[in-house]
């Protein structure tokens, strides 16, 4: 990815509505795209699919589209100008072959396009503009060696740039430009943010879609989390001075008021905290989870849940579409359960006959986590995948003694829906072995329904339940400490001292 330099932490599409305070006036490039770093592949096919590109916080609409990252088109006189990837758009798709850019605040003053083609007869395409049906300029000696096509815009409000309607053939788009003219702001009355990000413990966020006009912000904490944000603001003027009014309660509110360098003008940033309610049904190990119609699916089964799911397959397997594998929200099943486990197996198999799984680009993972939040690669099956209708076995994986969630999820595809079912995992015969009580950090170990904390100096521990409602205080000495939860609980919420600690059990 080539990361725009404007001015700092400007670091994805979507954070197109910037500080340009420390600009010279005139022509700014905004978007400076190498096709392969858009890390995805779109096919042609029903509907509009959705990539993303920078960080992963931006996202471009695609069209009866084909992103490819490294094979060349045949025929192409001047092959070093795709040798980098390229989009590929062709004529005669229902509805047309288009590409749409995010939304650019504060106008556009021109779009620059790489192009070359296949063959040397006549194409065109065109550039619009969204919201001005009136805008439109046709591309035309689109040729084999690769040319820059310049289109000047000159429009001043939001606007959302649309590549479409290619006649005479297949074109192939190597490398996106987009440029505003800007005018720079008195540096001493900028009352802007820079930046804006949060801290629940686990490293700084840095809010989404952080506009410096954008005044307020919603923000859904995990499932179970206790701990305050910590808020930090950076201004756009390093004499600027920004004060943060800290969260006092979940949910609750921040706010940031910063004062520009003379005084004249002040902002008032919020963000507006909450925490997502979810109940845990986790499931009890061993576990042998099969299910056979897609009236009892596997997600519906206990300890599994799903984001974004296709509807599941006959057999009851679920289903990973590969259209929603390039959305935003990309297609996941989560499983929990109660105790370290030994091996994972489960079965997978291809929906589509024919279907290109295996193609390059697709990427299926399982990964597994200890706290539900914080997840590393367990498995790589991008490889692996083939597209056969009948089910294969993917068996004996090792898993952490620590871990109790596996996710498994269809990042970015080809073409194609995959099915799982058939999930067992194995129950790890443990012998307790407790933490070092000497060790700085606080530890905890589960047994047998038990919770054992190891404290290394004298302190409070805290339980608190799904919800943040709390369910006991224990005043505790340095060593290690038995700790049993009231009532039939599977999931609480320990804080000892400044650590936070999510407990399945």
């Keep these: 990815m080539k990361n725009l330099t404007i001015f700092r932490n400007l670091c994805a599409l979507t954070i197109l509505c910037c500080v340009f305070s420390r600009m010279n006036a005139g022509e700014v490039k905004i978007i400076d795209e190498n096709i392969q770093s858009w890390k995805a592949i779109a096919s042609y096919g029903d509907g509009e699919q959705v990539i993303s590109v920078g960080n992963g916080e931006g996202a471009v609409v695609l069209n009866q589209v084909i992103v490819i ?37 504060g106008g556009v003053s021109k779009i620059e396009l790489s192009i070359v083609t296949s063959s040397s007869a006549a194409r065109t395409v065109d550039v619009l503009i969204e919201e001005n049906a ?17 289109v000047s815009i000159g429009s001043t409000g939001s606007t959302t740039l649309v590549i479409s309607n290619v006649t005479g053939g297949p074109i192939y788009i190597t490398d996106i430009r987009v440029y505003q003219n800007q005018t720079p702001v008195n540096p001493n009355s900028d009352a802007s943010l820079a930046s804006l990000s949060y801290d629940i413990g686990n490293g700084a966020v840095f809010v989404p879609d952080f506009s410096p006009d954008k005044m307020s912000y919603d923000i859904q904490l995990p499932s179970g989390t206790t701990v305050f944000p ?25 706010t940031v008021l910063v004062n520009a360098p003379d005084h004249t003008i002040s902002k008032t940033y919020q963000i507006n905290f ?32 799903g984001s974004n ?14 259209s929603k594998a390039s959305t935003d929200n990309k297609p996941s099943l989560i499983l929990a359960y109660d105790s370290p486990a030994d091996k994972i197996s489960f079965d997978i198999k291809g929906n589509n006959a024919g279907s290109p799984l295996g193609f390059e680009g697709i990427q299926f993972v399982v990964e597994e986590s200890a706290d539900g939040d914080n997840y590393s690669q367990l498995i790589d099956l991008s490889d692996e ?11 004996d994986y090792g898993l952490k003694k620590e871990s109790r969630y596996v996710r498994w999820r269809y990042l970015n595809a080809a073409k194609g829906n995959i099915s799982l079912n058939n999930v067992v995992v194995t129950k790890q015969e443990t ?36 919800t943040g409602q709390k369910l006991k205080t224990v005043s505790v000495e340095k060593g290690i400490h038995p700790i049993v939860p009231d009532g039939n609980r599977r999931f609480v919420i320990l804080k000892v001292g400044t650590q936070t600690f999510k407990v399945v059990f």
């Design 69 to 105: 990252k490294s094979k060349l088109p045949d025929n192409i006189d001047n092959a070093g100008v795709c040798s980098a990837g390229y989009i590929q758009m062709t004529t005669n798709r229902t509805p047309s072959s288009s590409v749409k850019l995010p939304t650019i605040p």
């Design 134 to 150: 009136s805008f439109k300029t046709t591309l035309s000696g689109l040729n084999k060696t690769g040319s820059t096509y310049t």
């Design 230 to 254: 910590v808020v930090s603001a950076v201004p756009a003027q390093n004499d600027a001075v920004a004060t943060v009014s800290p969260v006092t309660s979940l949910p609750g509110t921040a």
């Design 274 to 305: 909450s925490v997502v309610s979810e109940l845990f049904h986790v499931a009890v190990l061993p576990l042998y989870a099969s299910a056979t119609s897609a009236d009892d699916p596997l997600q519906n089964l206990v300890g599994f849940s």
């Design 309 to 322: 799911l296709g509807t599941p397959s006959s057999d009851g397997g679920t289903k990973f579409e590969g």
């Design 385 to 395: 995948i083939s597209a056969g209708t009948k089910y294969k076995t993917y068996s």
């Design 431 to 466: 012998s307790i072995t407790f933490p070092d009580a000497d060790q700085d950090q606080p530890q905890v170990f589960v047994k047998e329904g038990v919770i054992y904390v190891t404290t290394a100096s004298a302190g409070v521990i805290e339980l608190f339940d799904v």
